[in-house]
């Protein structure tokens, strides 16, 4: 069994969420998870007996002008290492966590392995910024392993960064079982009808989730349809999406529902998910509405063609294609027995494709061969 230290963005977040249901599933095969983090994740909600929590306190030394979290987290993990044997260092993000892993081993006496994880943000994002790029390169060349969430991240981060280091895809995966949890009083409780349908959106609001594709698409779908918006989530582009359903008058169908615990059965009440953004390694909102059953509808970019099968258990189309996202909706909506069966096999490509074992199971493979036990 092995000891593996986790550095993760603890918040709500796709990046989060799997760094640590992994950990969770790692610890229920009998190895030793270390978290080392600002605060407590917000998925480890029970007592885990071999799951342990580090927090990461900043210095509040008058001298420095900011606090610096990665020098607190490199000391931190450095120290983690020693007292607890670690053979090995699972860094969610390249930067700062790679990082500050890859610091902290130098800085310990006891031998660890570094296996670093993309999420999409790291290059898409900060891999743009050329103030960065020298380092996130450093960090993944620096890595003993590296892994992203899907092919579209690999090629982007090798183009992008014109490294020839081996990167591994392991996809990302949803608990299973959570996601049947159903609770169809949910749209009563909304004051939804039951013959509305409802279509539903999950993200951090930001920029680059395209909501203002979201509701238009919605508008149109809302002419034709007697329908309902659910937005989860909160961030950045809140305030002018709010403002924008005011200006459509669409505030009696749409609900803002701010950041919520209990997706699994707000899928259970929903109809058709909706991702429609610029950018996007992976989609995990995706893969969740899918495992509870809901076709998705999403955008032609980054790892959404690897999540949804086109015409199989969702449809994609270009970003920006309102008018397109709209018909799919209606077409899925107004055959039942299409949708059905998209949804069924929505569920059966979870299974096939995203099972939560088979993933763990790819990164404990990855660990071993880091370790040079394979
Ligand atoms: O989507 C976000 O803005 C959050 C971000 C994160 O760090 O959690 O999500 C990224 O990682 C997720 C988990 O691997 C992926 O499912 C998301 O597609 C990815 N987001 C982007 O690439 C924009």
Redesign the pocket.
């Known amino acids: 069994m092995l000891k593996i230290g986790i550095l993760c ?1 603890p918040s709500v ?6 760094a640590t249901e992994l950990g969770k599933m790692l610890a229920k095969q009998g190895h030793e998870i270390h978290f080392i983090t600002s605060s407590m994740p917000f998925r480890l909600d029970s007592c885990y007996p071999n799951i342990y929590f580090h927090e990461v306190e900043l210095n509040h030394y008058p001298v420095f002008q900011y606090p610096p979290y990665d020098l607190a987290l490199a000391t931190k993990v450095a120290e983690v290492i020693d007292t607890e044997k670690l053979d090995i260092i699972h860094a969610h ?1 390249a930067v700062p966590h790679a990082i500050c892993a890859i610091l902290a081993k130098q800085m310990a006496q006891h031998p660890v392995k570094i296996v670093t994880t993309l ?3 790291d290059i ?2 900060l891999g743009i910024d050329l103030s960065l790029k020298k380092m996130i390169l450093f960090g993944i060349e620096q890595s003993d392993a590296v892994t992203a ?1 899907s092919h579209s ?1 690999v090629k982007q981060t090798q183009e992008m960064l014109e490294t020839k280091k081996s990167i591994h895809v392991v996809y ?1 995966f949803v608990n299973e079982i959570e996601y049947q949890k159903e609770n169809r009083d949910l749209k009563q409780k909304y004051g939804i009808s039951s013959e509305e349908k409802i279509l539903i959106h999950i ?2 609001f ?1 920029k ?2 395209r909501l203002e594709d979201v509701l238009h698409t919605f508008a149109i779908v809302n002419k034709q349809e007697s329908t309902r918006l659910l937005l989860i989530g909160d961030g950045p582009e809140y305030g002018r999406i709010h403002e924008m359903v005011k200006e459509l008058k669409l505030d009696k169908v749409v609900h803002f529902l701010g950041k919520q615990k209990n997706i699994p059965e707000l899928l259970s009440i929903a109809d058709i998910k909706l991702l429609l ?1 610029e ?7 995706l893969l969740e509405a899918m495992a509870a059953g809901v076709p998705c509808i999403g955008s032609n970019v ?2 959404i063609p690897e999540v949804i099968e086109h015409g199989v258990t969702g449809y994609i189309e270009e970003p920006g294609n309102i008018k397109a996202f709209a018909a799919r909706v209606l077409e899925l909506l107004n055959d039942p027995v299409k949708w059905e069966n998209f949804s069924t096999k929505a569920k059966n490509r979870v299974i096939e494709h995203f099972s939560s074992d088979t993933i763990r199971r790819e990164y404990e493979t990855i660990y071993q061969t880091v370790l040079g036990e394979t």
């Open positions: 963005y977040g796709g990046s989060g969420i799997i993000y999420h999409g943000t898409t994002v969430v991240l990302n993200s951090n930001r680059v989730k953004s950018k996007e390694s992976f989609g995990l909102v980054g790892g």
